[in-house]
């Protein structure tokens, strides 16, 4: 399918096309024309990725030039990265075969999912496999290789820096569309490391798929996308949990098992000086000298010696000289030592302690000696005094470089960032487990640097309703700011408010209300009716692992657990990645086979942000209670005030806020298309609060019936029983009349004739008023002599081109068109 929007070819790898996904490009268009930022809410199982994807290639394909457009698509699991090239291949495979010869798309994950080597891939852990391939691929290992054959290598990275040496890079991988499994099969016919490779291609590629982290988190954003030129997109695809990537990447937890490793590690790297020392000291005095020149790198470092990068921001990493005190490695590693000495002692306070960087930094300097400079370089420092100790195994070195992390971190910030000391968990006060967190409080931090060197950045998903709260904590203005609703032929979902249990009780999650009796009975209640009227699968959301564990025991002790099986087979979701997913192939086993399933599931889990029950897999999903986060948190309660008197951004705003988007992304697992048809049941009586149900997504509200407000659970049977009965009669997929939900090309062209038409009328108008004559040609009652002799005196006030050019781009001009 191919059809225009204003002045570019959209290239669409469908028949017909949904209503939203048209108007969603629409408004992408216009955010790009203006080179500015854009939100947009993408109600679930609507195309999203295929609109993006089709718009932004056809935008860059329609600007042909020296620096072409380029796309960088963020996405946060490796399975939703495989969906986008899957839909990128189909699009690709629409477009002229003379426009998509010189396009590359690929996508770049860790070693452990793109690694050849199976020597590399037998370590167990990710940060194990890439210390695997480190031992392998080192500059100074393969040097030693050079001279003494027996010393092992990597045949896949030597193959490809042979091809990499004789050729150009920008060749190596011909045009085309590579998932990660492509780019392995590739790597093996070739003989060529499929890491090094996708890291090398990323450069010259047209569309570069990979993880959140390799723009948001500096560590490693400064060594992935360090070259990525000005002319991108960049997309945040299921963007709504951005902020919390944003602050977990600045953020460091400390424990005693991390100081104790980091003794062990400073001990190992006294042992290396001292083997250097006594076999080759001119490294040592090479590395000082250089230090005192300023250089705290060796330049620019073979691909394979590059570790992580500077944990800061790179707008505030020091462009100096190291600090005399901590030039040799002997003083560098006996600052280290007093660091962790003091942080142990830190670690031994029997109450709860919050301070700030300047505080903190400041009784660090009169206990162990170390001031701010010091502390600042610490990361650079380390990694240089490792490159000379020529250490491979990183993974052994992790504790030492969390230590260096927090010690630059806050070296570097003042603002933004809390210190908070505590000596157990408020939850286990019993056992004690003391940790110390360096939390970071302003999302806007980690994203700014995207912001500030991008072209254009797209934040889009499903639920980010209130959509208008995303602006003030990532502190940016968007040009281009909408929630989209989803047109229906019928209407397929059917979300309830459920206040009241058969007994008439209320039901909530409440603290003083949870563990009542009568709460937990009417939940159970709730779900064994669902369970005889609902066919196949059936998913629960709890607001907590703990409270999942004590709801579910209670119904086993009630009876409840025994009259659900006796319908459905049950399987829950734990904190073990391996039970879990096991768990998931059996639901899914056992709903194929007719015998339907409950899945019990925990909002911000890993299968409520990744896992789609479309179809009979998800006929209904109950969320029971309101998804809050834990309010006594020090980390929650640091990062509320800070909000507040930063952005104005009230606590129960922010709380409400966090907890809506969390229960709209439970819910929407249940609706992954159009043809799909499921239930949602908002299990507790705060949901019929309009302060709470408000931030719903529009998508959501738009079919929250008056109806299905404060039900009982006897009420919510009979209008599921209702639903279901109309789900199974026929329906017209197409649509007609006023309500047609696909669009072929033709009806398309229809409305983009009637669109310019609206815009010329617009355009008159403001060309009236500019002239003085707005009263004559109020754009109300525009007719066609009206157009013609607007036109004629739009060109002769403004000039030919002038007023071409206002044609062409008004849409940039709409919310001012009355100040032109």
Known sequence: MKFQIEDVTVYFPYEHIYPEQYEYMVELKRAMDARGHCLLEM????????????????????????RPLKLLYC???????????????????????????????????????????????????????????????????????????AVPTCSFFEGFDRAASSSNASVLLPPGVYTLQDL??????KGWCPYFLARQTIRYANIVVY???????????????????????????????IDNVCIEALSVSIRRQTLEGATRNLNRMVQEIDRFK????????????????????????????????????????????????????????????????????????ENVETEGPVAFVASVNSQAGIDQKMLRFCYDRLHSLMLTLEITDTDEFLHIQTICDFATLIGTYTRGFSIIIEPFDERMPHIPDPVLQLSCHDASLAIKPVFERFQSVVITSGTLSPIDLYPRLLNFNPVISRSFTMSLTRDCICPMVLTRGSDQLPVSTKFDMRSDPGVVRNYGRLLLEMVAAVPDGIVCFFVSYSYMDGIVNSWNEMGILQDVMQHKLVFIETQDVVETTLALDNYRRACDCGRGAVFFSVARGKVAEGIDFDRHYGRLVIMFGVPFQYTLSRILLARLEYLRETFQIKEGDFLTFDALRQAAQCVGRVIRSKADYGMMIFADKRYSRHDKRSKLPG????????????LSTDMALHIAREFLRRMAQPYDKAGSGGKKTLLTQEDIERM??????????EFLCIVCKYSGGWRSFCRKSCCRQAKARGATEA???????????????????????YEI
């Not at 490796?78 to 798309?105: C, F, G, I, N, Q």
């Not at 954003?221 to 695809?237: G, L, N, T």
């Not at 998508?699 to 404060?710: R, V």
Request: glycine share 4%; net charge positive; with cysteine.
């Open 43 to 66: 109600p679930t199982g609507t195309g999203k990725t295929v609109a993006l994807l089709s718009l932004i290639t056809s935008y860059s394909l329609s600007r042909p030039g020296d």
């Open 75 to 149: 996405t946060r699991t490796v399975h939703e990265m495989e969906k986008t090239l899957a839909e990128l291949r189909l699009l690709l495979s629409h477009v002229p075969p003379d426009l998509r010869r010189s396009l590359l798309a690929l996508g770049l994950s860790s070693r452990k999912n793109l690694c050849s080597n199976p020597t590399v891939l037998s370590a167990a852990s990710r940060d194990s496999v890439d210390s695997a391939c480190r031992r392998l691929t080192a500059s100074w290992v393969r040097a030693a290789a050079a001279e003494d054959p």
């Open 184 to 189: 392995r099969a590739f790597g093996r016919d």
């Open 211 to 241: 993880s959140y982290q390799y723009l948001l988190d500096p560590k490693v954003a400064s060594i992935i996308s360090k070259e990525m030129q000005r002319e991108c997109v960049v997309v945040f695809d299921e963007a709504h949990n």
């Open 278 to 349: 006594a076999t080759d000291a001119t490294r040592l005095r090479t590395e000082y000298n250089r230090l005192v020149e300023g250089l705290a790198q060796r330049g620019s470092l073979p691909i394979t010696d590059a570790w992580l990068a500077n944990p800061a921001l790179p707008d505030d990493i020091l462009k100096e000289a190291v600090p005399g005190n901590i030039r040799r490695a002997e003083h560098f590693l006996s600052v280290l030592r007093r660091l962790v000495q003091y942080l142990k002692g830190r670690l031994q306070t």
């Open 699 to 710: 998508w959501i509200l738009s079919h929250l019936h008056d109806a299905h407000l404060n």
């Open 752 to 761: 983009s004739g009637d669109a310019m038409e609206i815009i010329l009328c």
């Open 795 to 817: 060109t002769s006030i403004l000039g030919e081109q002038r007023t071409n050019t206002l044609v062409m781009n008004l849409h940039v001009y709409r919310p001012y068109r």
